[in-house]
């Protein structure tokens, strides 16, 4: 089994404590020299200025290919793709476009005033720029508001035909699972690469919360696993297992990219890759 490529999601920090850790979690992983990391919105776009500020640190101060978020919510259209040209300018040369998480407390995406109806407008607007790899969302399980069990499939395609060059999916927990979504987006003519996104479980009570949200659907054998490993005080060994097992099993099915969201914190991420036989580059410097 030959190593994969590997990318890793960051969040921007909103306190001093945050900030740390985001730094900490960018030292430890940036020596795997991964293809890409990406930076995201929190939801309603409300760390834009954060976001725009830890893609800029990152690219600077450690040399990683930075993809910045790029969001729908709470802007106009002038203003979003002011955001874009100043990512531009700032030497960014990758977007991750997606309508975005509701402000909190709204059920539901709402149009601003002026501003992007969907993620395919974004993909659009930011493909005429021709400044930017422009990457999207993709949803191995349906999407919460997917309406009909092709609406996943259907939407991607309708972004990458409005210029996107290839999709990160919401994280999963079964291998079958993303592989029958990428049979049925290649059936559908899709043939620009499709990136699993991998959720290492730091916490599963949290996760699986997050994955209700999400629509991510949970195995019954994976809840029972965890709540025995959570009783037995070997919840850490478990979720290295399973997320290195899932990685296998994709990369034994022919995949040869992982995109990890490492919630900002590390060490799990960093097990995982290593059972995955992905190494930190060792310079001359480290060893003089």
């Known amino acids: 089994m030959s190593a994969p490529d590997i990318s890793f999601e960051f969040f921007p920090p909103k306190s001093l404590d945050a900030s740390f850790r985001l730094w900490e979690t960018v030292q430890s992983l940036a020596p795997l020299n991964p293809n890409f990391v990406s930076v995201t919105y929190g939801a309603g776009g409300t760390t834009r200025a954060l976001t725009h500020d830890a893609v800029a640190a990152i690219s600077d101060h450690y040399g990683l290919n930075v993809a ?43 149009q601003s005033a002026g501003g992007f109806a969907s993620s395919v407008e974004l993909v659009e607007a930011l493909a005429d720029m021709g400044k930017f790899h422009i990457r999207v969302g993709a949803y191995p399980d349906p999407h919460p508001e997917a309406k009909g069990t092709d609406a996943d499939v259907t939407w991607l395609k309708r972004k990458i035909d409005a210029g996107a060059g290839s999709a990160i999916t919401q994280f999963f927990f079964e291998a079958e699972t993303f592989f029958r979504f990428r049979d049925a987006c290649e059936k559908a003519g899709i043939d620009a690469p499709i990136i699993p996104g991998i959720l290492p479980i730091e916490n599963w009570t949290s996760v699986r919360k997050f994955a209700s949200r999400c629509g991510a659907s949970v195995p019954a054998w994976l809840n029972d696993a965890f709540e025995t490993a959570q009783r037995d005080g070997r919840e850490d060994l478990l979720a290295t297992a399973v997320a290195t097992e899932l990685c296998s099993d994709l990369i034994d099915g022919g995949v040869s990219d992982l995109h990890f969201y490492t919630l900002n914190r590390p060490d799990l991420t960093r097990k995982v890759c290593h059972a995955l036989g992905i190494a930190p580059e060792v310079s001359l410097r480290d060893v003089a």
């Open 68 to 110: 910045a978020h790029l969001t729908c919510i709470d802007a106009t259209r002038e203003e979003t793709l002011e955001i874009a040209r100043g990512y531009a300018e700032a030497g960014v040369t990758e977007i991750v476009a997606l309508r975005g998480d509701p402000p909190e407390g709204s059920k539901a995406f709402h």
